[in-house]
């Protein structure tokens, strides 16, 4: 096979996942990926997928008028530590859709653009991107997107450039936000560290805070500040595309209510599914196993009432702290005219 069919049978295909941009080249990396590999994986990052190594390179030149089949493309945008990757786990449905978890591409996108990206070059490469997520698997009628949570500056340009497209916002509230930080012990302390400096780089953390404040902060005082950072970037993204294309949810209300998040969700992206469908997604591995699938035992199951166990023993552990944190994130929101309310539920 010559190398223009090779290219011509990878952009055709979506087992072909469009793993990395390579901005030195100006290519895209395609890894393959087939819908069973992405069901094995807790995300398609270079961590967790077997071949990353054995990609195919394709320059952005080469398919730039090439005209590619495609499915509405809708997205989860989210604060980490929400329920996400169950969410995307939930939307691997043969015939109806494919939930892409994480997919690298996009985070190279904020990469590039930290390190100071054209802003027009961006867009086209950005553009493209979402063109090659767009390819459906086999009968699919639409792709759910659920980026890195580093990802939500993307949202709004994201949205712009596929007026089709819809997005949730979903988020954990602050205290269970919190007891999920704690549980990660020091890995998740610097975890938070790194979001802040993330949201610093990008431009979005909440104000009222010099650089020596920001340094005598406790960990979950630090891990506060991302969260409103990012509250107050989803309000802007409501603000800005809509409410009839942006809804809002909070994962103690989508664990609550799986059955109305599904039909709501199914409503808003357009799938079609009926009441049977929903019910076996319901009963299926998404909603009664581990969504980290490395941390998943055999034989266990993994569901709402699970998870709130896990919350509940973060929260005799480190309630106090916490009620602290939280009533002190509350104090900086009223200072900087940050609503927590966001308003655009998915449902009430």
Known sequence: ???????????????????????????????????????????????????????????????????????????IFHSAYCCSTMMARAFDIEGVSMGLKEPVILNDMIGWRRRG????????????????????????????????????????????????????????????????????????????????LGTLKDGYAVGGFSPEELLQLTDLQVAAIGWLSQHAAFAKIVETIGADRVRVLDSDSFLANQRETLEALNLFYGLGMDSAKIAQILEGPAFNSHSKLDQAKRGEVFDAKARQQEQNQMAALHGAEIKMVVKWTQAVADSQKIRLEIGSRLFN
């Open 1 to 75: 096979m010559n190398l223009a069919a090779k290219q011509a049978e990878i952009i055709s295909d979506a087992d072909y996942l469009p793993h990395r941009y390579d901005e030195v080249a100006d290519g895209f990396r395609f890894v393959h990926v087939p819908r069973d590999v992405h069901r094995n994986c807790t995300f398609i990052t270079d961590e967790h997928l077997p071949n990353v190594d054995r990609y195919e390179l394709i320059n952005r030149a080469d398919i730039a008028d090439v005209k590619l089949e495609s499915a509405p493309v809708h997205f």
């Open 117 to 196: 990206a054209d802003n027009q070059r961006l867009a086209a490469v950005l553009d493209k991107s979402l063109e090659l997520l767009a390819r459906p698997m086999g009968n699919d009628r639409a792709v759910i997107v659920k980026p890195s949570n580093i990802c939500t500056p993307l949202a709004i340009p994201a949205l712009k450039l596929r007026p089709e497209s819809r997005a949730l916002l979903l988020y954990a509230p602050l205290e269970s936000y919190l007891q999920s930080i704690v549980k990660k012990e020091m890995w998740g302390r610097i975890w938070v560290r790194d979001v802040l």
